[in-house]
């Protein structure tokens, strides 16, 4: 067990006690606050920043359950919250005040609630991979209590430099958000040269289990960055590694208010997309 004044910490956002929407089977999602992107479509962007202590949600909360100290740092109390997201609302900041600085073993006794009924445990964020050595503790843990540990990520951070982090990690999930470097810098403000060397790095070592595209028309070229994802990684494919790829209709809902105007991408759009992959040999492709 850790000793507690040594562990390391990482800011939680929120545990989801059971997901089928984040990796094979029903699994525990832990959600981290942070990210190194900023993509105009980002549907939690509660997640993406940290609190400055401006206050106005402690002022808006109906629950009491915020109050501020005399340096104006946030207090978040669980047991009074309604769970009403006013406080994320009202932030101006992409921020959430309801975080807890969390070490791997805190992680793990949620966890462990429900660990008869899941398979493993997820961790997304923000950007979970932010935090290597949190995720290197947590998986450690959960592996030697049998359950798997995935990874949700933007693909940002070098996962071939840490194979520490890549011993425990059973298969990542990975955003490639835009193909062209350029689409990639409009989307989501970063280059994609390390997402697309950790695709086919992931895919090599058969620890990429899903590939995820939010389809937004409007951002970038769609049909170019399937094409060439599903091609770049055709090989690994043709080889039997088993890699899903994953079409995500972008919706307006929970985006922030400039960028809510964007195009819908129409359902006959999305089966193009999927007859694209499917038709270069892809077999598992499926559109959310
Ligand atoms: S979470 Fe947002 S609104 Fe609340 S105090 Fe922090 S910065 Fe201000
Ligand atoms: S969600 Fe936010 S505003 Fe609502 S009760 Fe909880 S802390 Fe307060």
Request: charged content about 25%; some cysteine; proline content about 5%.
């Amino acid at each position: 067990m850790n000793n507690r004044l040594d562990a390391v910490t990482a800011p939680v956002n929120k545990i989801i006690r059971f997901s089928s929407v984040d990796g094979p089977g029903n699994r525990t999602a832990i959600f981290l606050q942070g990210c190194n992107f900023d993509c105009r479509y980002c549907h939690n962007p509660e997640t993406r920043r940290f609190c400055i202590g401006c206050g106005k949600c402690v002022k808006t909360c109906p629950a009491g359950a915020l109050s501020q100290t005399p340096e104006g740092q946030v207090r978040f109390d669980p047991a009074k919250c309604v769970s009403c997201d006013t406080c994320i609302k009202v932030c101006e900041h992409d921020a959430s005040p309801r975080i807890c600085e969390m070490t791997a073993e805190d992680v793990m006794k949620e966890v462990r609630w429900q660990q008869p009924y899941i398979r493993g445990i997820t961790v997304s964020g923000g950007e979970c991979s932010l935090h290597p050595r949190f995720l290197k503790e947590l998986f450690e843990i959960a592996q030697k209590e049998a359950l798997t540990c995935f990874l949700d990520s933007n693909g940002s951070y070098d996962f071939s430099k840490d194979p520490e982090l890549m011993a425990v990690t059973d298969s990542v999930m990975l955003d490639i958000k835009a193909f062209s470097p350029e689409d990639h810098l409009n989307t989501t403000g970063a280059g994609n040269k390390t997402v697309l060397a950790n695709a086919k790095y992931l895919a090599e070592i058969g620890k990429l289990f899903e590939i995820r595209t939010v389809v937004a028309p409007d951002l970038f070229d769609v049909t170019e960055t399937v094409r060439c994802a599903g091609e770049m990684l055709l090989p690994y494919l043709q080889k039997g590694a088993k890699i899903r790829y994953k079409l995500i209709t972008y919706r307006p809902m929970g985006v922030r208010e400039k960028y809510r105007n964007m195009r819908i991408p129409t359902e006959e759009e999305m089966m193009g997309l999927k007859m694209l992959l499917t038709d270069m040999g892809w077999d598992d492709v499926v559109i959310t």
